[in-house]
């Protein structure tokens, strides 16, 4: 749909994940929630997760409320848009014109604004965790206001050092730096956005409300921790070892949880694999859109009442887990396949 005219156009609750709509003219379309479902007993959410609108034309388009999870918007005009409460996890705004555009309530934790334009836009009550505003183009008070979102990015510096010690432990197959052991710390509402944190020890810690956008956690243990209302959208959990930890409310969007090849040589691949282990973990209310989850060992988890839009269980172990009111549209439950490690 390269290029295509949708100008003053009525696309309220429309379904464009993934699509490509580079140098599109959206100029005040109405990309709102759809109408009302008595059944579903709520409205139609405009979804424009993944989808690419770089350099498109969206000048005073109403995408109030629209799911736009890792949209790419660069370079996109988004002057005068209505973006209130709208959720732009992740999604790359690099050098985008939002002049006077309204961000009230928008969701843009984890997001690219590198180079944006931000000139009089209201960004009242928005999430601005983990951006990258490198290069921003703003008024005074919007910095004041960026200042105040990102205040909680500043970590103690003991904690950014083993951190640190624990990238060079990585990336250097643990020849130098030292492994990070964050067993039981209180890491409550940090920002976490973008670590490396693959073979860390986080067992029993309080991740409550933390930002863990973006991670690489691959076999990262966190038996027992607590991630209530914690952040992993985008997050590499392959082969996380998660049994019995509280995940009640936490966003889970577009994270991968499948198995992981051990011990892997370049020149012929792993017999081995290592699957996640949700064994006993509490994901009531967790959103778990688009995530990937196969393969992984859910036994008596806990889904009550979470979001479960494209989620991926092809090969999941699913025996006692709950269900009970969780809203799942498009999901794939395949029939399980040989059970991994």
């Not at 009550?125 to 919007?142: C, Q």
Request: hydrophobic share 40%; proline share 2%.
């Amino acid at each position: 749909m390269i290029g295509v005219k949708f100008e003053r156009a009525n696309l309220r609750g429309i379904n464009l994940h993934a699509a490509n709509l580079t140098n599109s003219n959206l100029r005040q379309a109405d990309l709102r929630s759809g109408d009302y479902s008595p059944k579903l007993k709520r409205a139609h959410r405009a979804d424009l997760s993944q989808a690419a609108f770089d350099s498109a034309d969206l000048e005073g388009a109403n995408m109030n409320a629209v799911y736009a999870v890792r949209a790419s918007l660069k370079g996109t005009n988004l002057r005068r848009a209505v973006l209130t409460k709208a959720d732009l996890g992740a999604a790359n705004l690099t050098k985008a014109d939002l002049q006077h555009a309204s961000l009230q309530d928008a969701d843009l934790s984890g997001a690219i604004l590198a180079g944006a334009n931000l000139q009089n836009s209201d960004l009242s009550n928005a999430n601005l965790r983990g951006v990258d505003l490198t290069g921003v183009i703003a008024t005074e008070a919007a910095r004041t206001m960026f200042a105040l979102g990102a205040r909680s990015s500043t970590l103690d510096p003991k904690l950014a050092a083993i951190l640190d010690q624990h990238e060079r432990w990585i990336d250097t197959n643990g020849r130098d730096g030292r492994r990070a052991d964050l067993t039981a710390r209180d890491l409550a509402n940090l920002n976490l956005g973008g670590r490396v944190l693959s073979g860390a020890l986080l067992v029993g810690p309080n991740l409550q409300g933390a930002l863990l956008a973006r991670c690489q956690m691959i076999l990262t243990d966190l038996t027992r921790a607590n991630c209530r209302n914690t952040d992993f959208s985008m997050s590499d959990l392959r082969g996380a070892i998660l049994n019995g930890t509280d995940m009640k409310g936490a966003k889970l969007r577009a994270t991968e949880m499948t198995p992981i090849a051990l011990g892997a040589r370049t020149d012929q691949p792993s017999k081995r694999l290592w699957s996640v282990n949700l064994i006993g973990a509490n994901l009531a209310g967790a959103d778990l859109t688009d995530a990937d989850l196969s393969g992984a060992n859910l036994a008596n988890a806990d889904f009550t009442g979470a979001v479960l839009t494209r989620t991926r269980f092809e090969g999941a172990r699913l025996d006692g887990a709950k269900f009970d009111n969780s809203r799942a549209a498009d999901t794939s439950s395949a029939k399980p396949k040989p059970r991994l490690h």
